[in-house]
């Protein structure tokens, strides 16, 4: 018995897959099962078509990102954006009012959402003051046993990378008892500082990804789930009948090309290059107390007074990412690194803010 199914939440564990006719599958020249119509869609190009519900999960789609990442494709599920992976591995995994998650502040969101979306409770252990490292003692005193631990690697929004030593030590602590969920968002920043290659020897270990960063493609939202394969059947029982639109499932394989790849690297390097010219130029600001290191696509700027250049910004049509309230990020913004020229109206604004 592997370890998803000895911590799948019992109302999981009971389920029964929904069949769909794709799922259920079948080869024949003429599919008079899934009530679609026959014809194609409003004003479709002839060699378009759109009236079939799409394969259960795209195949070629997981087979690609599996090359990509290194990963065997049964032990990778393609998602609606990584969003959908961590709501996945929290129904998946815990039981309502029951069983808890751990999330280290600050980090993204949507953990935090989802858990309590389910009602799921959250213990929070504080990265370290300054460095934003991981407290791994404190994971001696939690007093609930978790069953899933969510780590963010390079973490949003503080930009840094996590110790792998670190990592690995708190899946080896919880080997038997609950996944370590490492959150790989940004990972194209830093290709291999990855975890995905220790998924093998750690069984429980999870890594999630997503194409909607430096692959420049959030509105398309895929993602993917990376973990041995017990954990994959185990959403895949779960996920909805037919999660991933053709034509996204389409656009995904091409950016994962050979030439798609190559085009996202070059991306990826120009938005390095100009994050460490951006870096330079906040740092010699009067309203900036401090910048602080990022591999990733963003920055964390500590300000004097964060609402009023916030504000400031805002007036002048300039949208930041406020993080005054995350835990220990009092007067701290988040700022994208966007094209030269939305990055200069950003630099000019605050040089012209007193
Ligand atoms: C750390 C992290 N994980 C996951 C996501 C969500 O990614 P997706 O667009 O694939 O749902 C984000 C988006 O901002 C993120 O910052």
Redesign the pocket.
């Given at each position: 018995m592997g370890l998803a199914n000895k911590l799948a939440a019992p109302q999981i564990k009971k389920l029964v897959a929904y069949q769909s006719a794709r799922r259920i599958g079948g080869i024949g020249n003429n599919y008079l099962n899934a009530n679609e119509s026959p014809y194609p869609a409003y004003q479709m190009p002839k060699q378009e078509s759109w009236q079939r519900y799409p394969d259960f999960l795209p195949g070629d789609l997981t087979t690609k990102y599996g090359l990509y990442s290194g990963t065997p494709s049964d032990c990778v599920l393609t998602t609606r954006?990584?969003?959908e992976g961590i709501d996945l591995l929290i129904r998946a995994f815990c039981e309502p009012n029951k069983d808890s998650i751990v999330i280290n502040t600050p980090t993204?969101a949507?953990y935090d959402f989802i858990a309590e979306a389910h009602q799921v409770s959250i213990s929070k252990i504080a990265l370290t003051p300054g460095d934003f490292k991981l407290d791994v003692p404190a994971y001696g005193a939690l007093t609930a046993q978790p069953k899933i631990i969510f780590l963010?690697h390079p973490n949003?929004p503080t930009g840094n990378l996590l110790s792998r030593q670190d990592v690995l030590a708190l899946a080896k602590k919880y080997s038997d008892e609950a996944f370590v969920v490492v959150?790989e968002?940004y990972i194209e920043f830093t290709p291999s500082d990855s975890f995905a290659l220790d998924i093998a020897s750690t069984p429980n270990l999870i890594v999630?990804r997503?194409l909607?960063k430096a692959f420049s493609l959030?509105a398309v939202r895929i993602?993917f789930v990376l973990a041995n394969s017990d954990v994959i059947q185990l959403l895949a029982k779960l996920i909805a009948p037919y999660p991933i639109p053709d034509p996204c499932a389409r656009i995904a394989l091409n950016s994962l090309s050979e030439t798609g790849v190559s085009y996202m690297e070059a991306q990826r390097d120009r938005i390095l290059f100009s994050k460490a010219e951006v870096e330079k130029k906040l740092k010699a600001l009067s309203c900036v107390e401090r910048v602080y290191p990022s591999v990733t696509n963003f920055l964390l700027v500590k300000f004097e007074d964060s609402v009023k250049a916030f504000d400031y910004l805002v007036e002048h049509g300039i949208i930041l990412r406020d993080q005054a309230k995350q835990p220990g990020l009092e007067n701290h913004l988040r700022i994208s690194i966007g094209d030269d020229i939305d990055l200069q109206q950003m630099l000019d604004c605050l040089a012209s803010f007193k």
């Open positions: 954006g990584a969003d993204y949507m963010c949003n959150d968002a999630l997503t909607s959030a993602g």
